[in-house]
T-cell receptor, first 112, second 114 residues
Framework: DAKTTQPTSMDCAEGRAANLPCNHS???????VYWYRQIHSQGPQYIIH???NNETNEMASLIITEDRKSSTLILPHATLRDTAVYYC?????????????FGSGTQLTVLP | DSGVTQTPKHLITATGQRVTLRCSPR?????VYWYQQSLDQGLQFLIQ???????AKGNILERFSAQQFPDLHSELNLSSLELGDSALYFC?????????????FGPGTRLLVL
């Protein structure tokens, strides 16, 4: 699976949009981009995933660049409860290796 | 709530002992994954089971083993425990057969080896 690069930490003001970048320059055509978050030692929580097109759900939006080498997770109106470590993960669509490979993630702190 | 349950929530034991962690997947999910999260290693994949059969292995020690039962719940057995085994242990489950196979994680078991 392709390696991802994320900033170590970011701050965001409450009520503002949080934009979390992820670089995955070695991504291949058969790999999805997944985002998970982990709030203070709780189980990782699935947020969103995408292949080529931008995606939106009730939690967030995922913007993937046209060359697919980077993506941005957008939390439109961050709240204090969004403070967490956010993981960007790339995983192949098919094949026997279905596990997720977690990096260090981005510690997002939402400030009041 | 992801629908994945894990018991116990906390476990304190001594070095050399053996413990069993239990995971019940979401209804309908055939695949179970185990992950370990320690302070110095981050979240690491241990092992995957699909419908009772081992499917993939990660950085799982020989002292650790797992199985998945006919009712699809899974157990992770940790033996000859060492101080370094203290960690959070998460299981996740997924539907198999779709391209995405999104994994949903349980709340974890916190193991402390003294």
């Amino acid at each position: 699976d392709a390696k991802t690069t994320q900033p170590t930490s970011m701050d965001c003001a409450e009520g503002r949009a949080a934009n979390l970048p992820c670089n995955h320059s070695t991504i291949s055509g058969n790999e999805y981009v997944y985002w998970y978050r982990q709030i203070h030692s709780q189980g990782p929580q699935y947020i969103i995933h995408g292949l080529k097109n931008n995606e939106t759900n009730e939690m967030a939006s995922l913007i993937i660049t046209e060359d697919r080498k980077s993506s941005t997770l957008i939390l439109p109106h961050a709240t204090l409860r969004d403070t967490a470590v956010y993981y960007c993960i790339v995983r192949a669509i098919s094949g026997s290796a279905r596990q997720l490979t977690f990096g260090s993630g981005t510690q997002l702190t939402v400030l009041p | 709530d992801s629908g994945v349950t894990q018991t116990p929530k906390h476990l304190i034991t001594a070095t050399g002992q053996r413990v069993t962690l239990r995971c019940s997947p979401r209804s309908g999910d055939l695949s179970v994954y185990w992950y370990q999260q320690s302070l110095d290693q981050g979240l690491q994949f241990l092992i995957q089971y699909y419908n009772g059969e081992e499917r993939a292995k990660g950085n799982i020690l020989e002292r650790f083993s797992a199985q998945q039962f006919p009712d699809l719940h899974s157990e992770l057995n940790l033996s000859s425990l060492e101080l370094g085994d203290s960690a959070l242990y998460f299981c996740a489950s997924s539907v198999v057969g779709t391209r995405e196979e999104t994994q949903y994680f349980g709340p974890g078991t916190r193991l402390l080896v003294l």
